[in-house]
């Protein structure tokens, strides 16, 4: 693929968040995934009870730092376990687990603080949901963002009403669009979350979220697929109707679709889902994540495609 995809320096034909970080920082960069111990307004009935369906115990932090833990301490040894493949790297304090957003700025600004005065530290990432930032929040963001690189993951999952409702996300597709374009207006990048094969969606479904975040301002997205995880209430609703999952070959051609109906310039933070094992109900494709990655590559090789190649310019 010599020069048909401007955002990639290997056989990639989509804008993976590796080269992105090579692109800005001018070195290897990875995060380190932290859990700072906290809730989510979905949980705790602000918004909802019980969560997203899919979401575990630990909040989508199943490879953060143990919560039990002091921030500092957590990142130590995340990072010194990380350094072992990348000794040279320089990282990202990533806020992974439940909403990291979700408690008095007083707090928010200590967790920050404590990873910005890590040596060798260059950003922020912090996950959270667009019901979950208010106007005190916003403007230390906007104060953060000064500071560093500020990158703000806000969960999507579909822009199917119906699907949003099953899943209990508790949150309108309008309300995640206001936080979008009020986190743009303080120049904070924007990554969005949205997984594929949630029960009952078609391909045309996962299709028209893509096409939706296409025409948002958006710098990032990640793509997961459903996972069953143990002890969640998706387990009992599958256990119970057996919904259809995706193979491994569908869930590669809808990813490969997915990908041509976005902007070139958008990067792909995350391209397949990375579940415990041990957790893992179904698929038991997901355990294999390098084969899905390698095969993504080699489909897209095959069909002569790239990231964009579907997206209008006039």
């Not at 909403?99 to 990432?125: F, R, W």
Request: include cysteine; proline fraction near 3%.
């Amino acid at each position: 693929m010599e020069n048909k995809f401007k955002y990639s320096n290997t056989n990639k034909r989509y804008h993976t968040l590796d080269y992105f970080y090579k692109e800005k920082f001018h070195q290897k960069v990875f995060k380190v995934s932290l859990d700072a111990g906290l809730t989510c307004p979905n949980i705790d009935g602000k918004v909802g009870y019980g969560g997203c369906i899919y979401c575990s115990k630990s909040g989508s932090g199943e490879f953060a730092g143990n919560k039990n833990e002091p921030i500092e301490l957590q990142f130590k040894k995340v990072k010194e376990m990380m350094l072992k493949k990348w000794p040279r790297a320089k990282y990202i304090g990533y806020f992974q687990a439940h909403t990291n957003t979700y408690a008095p700025v007083k707090t928010l600004k200590k967790m920050h603080e404590t990873i910005l005065n890590q040596e060798n530290v260059v950003g922020i990432s912090i996950a959270t949901r667009p019901d979950a930032i208010d106007d005190e929040c916003l403007k230390y963001l906007s104060e953060l963002n000064k500071k560093t690189y500020l990158t703000i993951e806000l969960g999507l999952q579909t822009t199917n009403s119906k699907t949003a409702k099953l899943i209990n996300r508790c949150h309108s597709l309008d309300c995640f669009e206001k936080m979008v374009k009020k986190l743009r207006q303080n120049d904070i990048a924007v990554v969005v979350h949205i997984i594929n094969g949630l029960p009952y969606e078609t391909e045309e479904d996962m299709l028209n979220t893509v096409k939706y975040l296409n025409g948002l301002d958006i710098q990032g997205i990640k793509i997961h697929m459903l996972s069953i995880l143990k002890d969640t209430a998706i387990e009992k609703m599958y256990e119970q109707e057996k919904f259809p999952l995706l193979t491994k070959e569908q869930y590669i051609d809808i990813v490969i679709k997915q990908l041509e109906l976005l902007r070139p310039e958008i990067v792909i933070n995350r391209i397949t889902g990375d579940p415990k094992i041990d957790d893992l109900v179904a698929p038991s494709w997901l355990t294999k994540k390098f084969c899905v990655l390698n095969d993504i590559d080699k489909e897209m090789v095959k069909r002569d495609t790239y990231q964009g190649i579907k997206v209008k310019t006039n």
